[in-house]
């Protein structure tokens, strides 16, 4: 009698992990290799690339894929940039594909950003773009940049957000970020990144 409650329970235990995994495998970001068009397009836009990242999805269940910018200052946030929201379709032969670029400028002697979104699809792309005053006076001659992405595939869960990409603008003369640290971050700033005057991630979460 333990032995067949001692099968089942293992039987149910492999069968939930086989089904985590099966979920897992349904949809996943990765880094993607453009087009001449696609870069031409970024080209047009104008400014620095920060991201280009392919969004494949075979699951059921996702019914839409929502994008957006966190902009901290010195550690603390301040607003949400760029939120858009588009529905997800389940076909394993089609891909999404998000870039995300960006252009600094300055009006009054003030120092501004312009963030450009693409969201490309087969039958064609939407965009978005959105330009603001960077939270602090400092000199960009002065001062240090550093910009990331994911660099390999990653996994998505349903309803998890997963940040695939960074932007920091800081006074001092160079920049630590772990890059493990920030793109396990989900909803949170790394630590280390605290000290910056400006810090922005991108991030996106799937949802039923």
């Known amino acids: 009698m333990k032995k067949r409650v001692l099968y089942i329970l293992l039987f149910l235990l492999m069968a939930g992990c086989s089904t985590t995994k099966e979920e897992v495998a349904r949809m996943t970001v990765e880094p993607a290799e453009l087009t001449n068009n696609e870069q031409q397009l970024i080209d047009a836009i104008g400014g620095e690339r920060l991201t280009a990242i392919d ?47 960006r252009h600094s400028f300055t009006i009054d002697e003030k120092e501004a ?52 990409a960074y932007f920091i603008k800081t006074s001092e003369n160079e920049i630590e970020a772990q890059q493990e640290d920030v793109f396990s971050s989900k909803d949170k700033l790394p630590d280390d990144l605290a000290a910056y005057e400006d810090v922005y991630l991108m991030r996106m979460k799937v949802s039923k």
């Open 113 to 164: 950003e312009l963030f450009n979104f693409v969201f490309m699809e087969m039958d064609g792309y939407s965009s978005f773009r959105q330009a603001y005053f960077s939270g602090e006076d400092y000199d960009k001659q002065a001062g240090t940049e550093m910009s990331g992405q994911i660099s390999e595939k990653k996994n998505i869960h349903l309803n998890e957000p997963i940040t695939l």
């Open 55 to 101: 969004i494949r999805n075979t699951n059921k269940d996702a019914k839409s894929v929502a994008f957006w910018i966190d902009h901290y200052e010195k550690g603390k946030f301040k607003e949400k940039l760029l939120q858009t929201e588009s529905s997800l379709n389940k076909d394993e032969k089609e891909k999404k594909r998000i870039l995300l670029t």
